[in-house]
């Protein structure tokens, strides 16, 4: 009797030797969590795989969907478990193939174990044998319309044909806590999500010129922090109101310099956040030469403002590459949704494109941002998916 499970690879942890097995802990942790409601039993890790058994195998598209999303996932296959027994394997196979419609095929043998009496690539052959006597279908290694996979881990068998590749990478919580400015565009979410991909977990921090601005970016925002929830669940967006800070800027410093002074004063109330969190970066969606913001004497001086290293991982990507990653990952059509951004809603004709940090500090030691930014903090919203 052949039970249904699922088998799942992960991606990198192999490469961190000592402390495989803590990062083991929390992919299944994370990989649990990200279940949710749906049926299983229990759920195992060895042999470098993670099993979850006791599933209901007809909602297969359900698992699959949160399945590839789990950080550090490499694939995962749902499989029908058998003793090791090459005999049973055929039944398996062949009870398979008749369910299926294919037009070429190729068997994908993986033998952790090694006590098994044939090499991956005997059963390769054999199995392989069996279904063109069988099908009458023709093998195709380079691109057949079925996989047939076997994989022999201790003593037993998993066969089946339909995997989800996920992202790969880390799992969530292992490197560390970082804050990522969201703005409601289309870069900020995908560096969020190259990040998230690095195993680190997540902090969101917007900033908006609601009532001057009308509350769209807010509401994109929270959209977009669900989205990314689906790799992170249980995320956290803090909203803060910075308009008053925005009038004193205003109405204190030379316009050419508003939108860097606006960004120091973002950086400076995420640096703060991170102190709440021990959180040890930030993460923004800044990308070279794109805006007037993003010349790099311009990211030097925004920078500048910051004790945290800030992490840029779209800086060298083209538009295009971004908007694509975008699409895949489902918040493009949440960031091109109509609404008004906090610094460019201020914006002059001609921002300064080259600022000079002697300038800007002495511009800046006119004011005292202390008080404004503990009123800010007060007034900060949290939003949590
Ligand atoms: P995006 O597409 O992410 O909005 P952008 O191309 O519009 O980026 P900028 O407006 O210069 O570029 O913003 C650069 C980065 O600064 C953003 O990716 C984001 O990380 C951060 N940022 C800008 N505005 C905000 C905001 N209102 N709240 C939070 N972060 C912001
Ligand atoms: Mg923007």
Redesign the pocket.
Known sequence: MSQYCILIHYHELALKKDNKSWFEKIFQKNVRQHLGSLPFKNINTYASRVFIYGIDDKKWDLYKNKLKNVMGLKNATLMQKIDADLEKIKLIAKELINNIKFDSFRITTKRQDKSFKFTSHEINQIIGTEVQAISKKSVSLKNPSLNLIIEIVRGQAFTGYDKVEGYGGLPNGTCETAIS???S????PV?SFQILKRGVKIIY????SAPATNKQSIDNCKQITEVLSKFQPNSTLYIYPILNLQKIIMDKINDKFWMIMF?RA?IKLSCMLADEHKAKALI????IG??S??TLSNIHAISSSSNLPILRPLAGHTKEEIINLANEIGTYEYSIAPHQ???SFFLPLHPELKADMIQIERMESKINFDNIYEEIILKREVYKT
């Open positions: 400015l969201l703005s565009g289309i870069d900020s560096a921090a917007h900033f908006h960004r973002m923004t969606g800044e990308n794109q805006v913001s993003q951004d906090c610094c």
